[in-house]
């Protein structure tokens, strides 16, 4: 089974990790090296999503800001929402031009991106990516105009199909799933099924994943939870579906995450370890700690283009690290990280090598 969301991915930074650990607490005077970034590049967005956290504007990052980026000398990069990253535009610079500047700066390090898919970004782009994401959130075109507020169903669907086809490692079919849309978990399934997987090549078919995911209450992050008889009732609907389709669930879903509502687990922790591990830097370059601070304005580490920003960093870090968690972190989305590594000696002769993005 897909597990869309390990924890022990994050091991692969233990290195760093620790050498951040060393910086902040003996007060070395050496740079922190963040592994994992995540740049929303804009807030611009065609559609207007029911779920949505993002305060919507017309704001595109400057490639200035990319070899500012490459001084964190991240391992992975995540271009993410925040606004839709296929309509990123600066002057006459599209989203390849912005990948071609990361390219150049950071070399090949592992990129993905996430995307609601409504635009189809050129193969030359696609190419340099390790993973693409395309957010559905709907098993047909009635419910994706109530999610949405747009008629792009069948338009995303055509998009995930010639992605597939296109020289891409790994391409995940994305569901946020609301107190509404979950009984219709298995239905997605079936359209997928029915409108892509049946037009695939067993090569092509290989890249293909889903992953469900909880709605979060934009302001405290709490997650929407399915109660035992629709539990029940989606488990029904699995043993009625075609021997192709279950094994695709088993193997290719984090279904059972989901019916179990173990998709996020909300553990205890002191410390923000995720603060020597990633950050989150937005449109305007104000950057943040993760996607859940910038979401709430929180926390701020300062704008990035700022002359003092570097100087500053490395406090900064050190507060976010020793003041969590606050009020906005009672239900952290990496809580399970932040508490593996509260408890990070006993699972460090664990050897985890994969460097995708662990959350």
């Not at 990069?77 to 600066?90: A, D, F, N, Y």
């Not at 699995?238 to 995450?257: G, Q, R, V």
Request: aromatic share 10%; hydrophobic share 35%.
């Amino acid at each position: 089974m897909l597990k869309s969301r390990n924890p022990k991915r994050s091991l692969s930074y233990k290195k760093e990790y620790k050498d951040n650990l060393d910086i902040i607490m003996n007060s070395k005077n050496d740079d922190l090296k963040i592994s994992h970034i995540d740049l929303y590049p804009n807030d611009v967005c065609n559609l207007r999503c029911e779920f949505c956290p993002t305060h919507f504007g017309k704001n595109n990052i400057s490639l200035e800001a990319i070899p500012l980026i490459a001084k964190f000398n991240p391992k992975v990069m995540v271009i993410t929402g925040g606004g839709e990253p296929s309509l990123w535009r600066k002057d006459k610079k599209k989203i390849y031009d912005l990948i071609l500047e990361i390219r150049k700066f950071m070399g090949k390090i592992p990129l993905g991106i996430m995307s609601n898919g409504t635009f189809l970004m050129p193969n030359d782009a696609v190419e340099h990516l390790k993973w693409l994401r395309i957010s559905v959130n709907s098993f047909d075109k009635d419910q994706y105009k109530v999610v949405h507020k747009m008629d792009m169903f069948d338009r995303v669907l055509s998009n995930i199909l010639e992605y597939a086809k296109m020289k891409l490692p790994e391409l995940g079919i994305g569901f946020v799933y609301t107190k509404r849309t979950a009984k219709d978990l298995v239905n997605v399934i079936k359209t997928i099924n029915q409108r892509i997987l049946c037009n695939l090549s067993k090569d092509n078919l290989k890249k293909i994943n889903v992953q469900f995911r909880p709605e979060a209450d934009p302001k405290t992050y709490s997650r929407h939870f399915l109660d035992e008889k629709l539990i029940e009732e989606l488990k029904s609907q699995i043993n009625d579906l075609s021997e192709f389709e279950i094994n695709f669930i088993n193997e290719k879903t984090n279904m059972y995450e989901v019916l179990n509502n173990s998709v996020f687990d909300l553990k205890s922790f002191n410390n923000c370890h995720m603060s020597l591990l990633q950050l989150k830097i937005d449109a305007k370059g104000d950057v943040y700690p993760c996607a859940q601070t910038a979401n709430n304005f929180t926390d701020s580490y300062g704008n990035l283009f700022s002359p003092d920003f570097f100087s500053k960093f490395k406090k900064e870090v050190t507060n976010s690290f020793n003041k969590h968690p606050t009020k906005i972190c009672e239900n952290c989305a990496q809580s399970s990280i932040n508490h593996l590594y509260e408890n990070r000696d006993k699972n460090y002769n664990e050897d985890y090598n994969e460097q995708n993005p662990f959350f």
